[in-house]
C-alpha cells in the first residue's frame, strides 16, 4: 500500500521531468532552425519633403480603399520666421516590433510574425475584426479595412512587391531616396551601412518592442506641451 | 402619354439648349475689362489676353499691377517683368507682384508648401493666371507628388 504510493508519485514525477524537458527542447530547436531573413526600413527625415510620393504608391500597389491608410508622412510646421521656415515629417506605418503587442493579445493567431522575414502581418481570413491588434498597439497604426472586414497595416509590400523580388513600393517611390529598406542580418546591405553611417532612433522603444523602423533625425523644431 | 412625350422632348431639348447657350455667346461679344486694355492688348493679342479669376470685372486688375509699367518697352529699357522659371527676374522678384495682395499668412492656410518655396521658387511654377482656371487648382494626389519630384530628386 504504501510502497505502492510511493511508486505512483515517483513515476508521475518523473514524467512531469520528462515532459518539460521534451518541450524545452522542442521549443530550443525551433528557434534555433528559423534562421530568416530579419526586414527592416530606414526613414532619412532629413531627405524627406513630404511629399507623399510614398503613400500615394502604397496605395496603388496594396490596393488601401480610401478613408484608411497603411503609411502616412506627418507634418509638423511650420517652424522658423517667414521665409526661412521648415516642417517636420515623420513616417507614421507598422513599426514592425520584435516584441510584438499586436501579435500577443491576437486570440485566432490572425495577427503573426513572419519566421522567414521577420515582417509583421495578418492572415485577413483569420480575422475576426475583435479589434483588440489595434486597442494595443502602441504606434496606432492598425485599422479596420473596409472592404476585407480584417485588421490591416503596413506589411513591407511582402504580399506584393516583395514577392515579386522588388522594394516596397514606398521605398521604389521615393524621390529624394529618403527610405531604406533591407535585411538586417546581412552586414553588407545598404540599410546596415546607412545606419552605421547616421545617427538614428526609433519611436517609443521604452516600451520594450524593439521596432524595426529607423529613423535620422531632421532638424528639431519647438517643444510643444 | 408616349405621344405627349414624343413631342414634348425635342421642345424641351431646344429650350434647354437655348438657355445654355445664350449666355455663352453673351459672353464673347462683352469682353472683359482687362482684355480692353489697348496699351498691351495691340501687339499681345495672343498671349496677353486673361480669362482666370483675375480678370475678373470687379477685381479691376490691369495688366500693370503685376507686370509693371510700360515705360520704354519694346525698344527701351523698363521694369516689365513675366513670370515663368525661365524669365530673367528673379522668384523673389516675381513672388513680391502676387505678394501685393495675397498675404503670406493666407497662403500658409491655403497650402504648406507656400511657407518653404515662396522666396525661392516662383508662383508660376505651380499656378497660372491667365487660363479659366488655375491648373493647379483639383491635381490628383499622384499629380501633386510628381510635381515636387520634378525638382526635388536625388539623382
Known sequence: MKNSRRLFLKSACAVVVGASGYTIAKSSTETAVIDGKKYALVHDETKCIGCDACS???????????????????????????PDQYFRFTRKSCQQCEDTPCVKVCPTGAAYKDPETGIVSVDAWKCVGCQYCIAACPYQVRFINPVTHAADKCDFCKE?????????????????????????????????KVLKSAPNYRSKTELGTRPKVFRIASREGEVTL | MSRIAGFSAPLLASILMLGA??????????????????????????????????????LDLTCQNCHGEKAG?????????????????????????????????????????HDVHSNKVNCASCHQLHPETDPIIGVTASERSEMCSDCHSAK
Not at chain 1, 523580388?165 to 514606398?170: D, E, M, S, V, W
Not at chain 2, 453673351?26 to 472683359?32: D, N, S
Not at chain 2, 521694369?79 to 513680391?96: M, R, W, Y
Open chain 1, 56 to 82: 500615394v504608391a502604397c496605395r496603388e500597389v496594396n490596393l488601401v480603399p480610401e478613408g484608411v491608410s497603411r503609411l502616412k508622412i506627418e507634418r509638423e510646421g511650420p517652424y522658423g520666421e517667414y
Open chain 1, 160 to 192: 506584393t512587391r516583395l514577392k515579386e523580388g522588388r522594394q516596397p513600393a514606398c521605398v521604389s517611390a521615393c524621390p529624394t531616396k529618403a527610405l531604406t529598406f533591407g535585411d538586417l542580418k546581412d552586414p553588407e546591405s545598404n540599410i546596415v
Open chain 2, 21 to 58: 447657350f445664350s449666355p455663352a455667346v453673351t459672353a464673347a461679344t462683352v469682353e472683359l475689362k482687362i482684355n480692353q486694355n489697348k496699351q498691351c492688348i495691340m501687339c499681345h493679342k495672343r498671349n496677353g489676353k486673361m480669362f482666370g479669376l483675375h480678370a475678373n470685372d470687379a
Open chain 2, 73 to 113: 518697352h519694346p525698344r527701351k529699357a523698363s521694369d516689365l517683368i513675366g513670370f515663368s522659371a525661365t524669365f530673367v527676374a528673379e522668384p523673389d522678384v516675381q513672388t513680391a507682384a502676387c505678394l501685393q495682395c495675397h498675404d503670406v499668412e493666407t497662403l500658409s492656410q491655403a497650402d504648406w508648401t
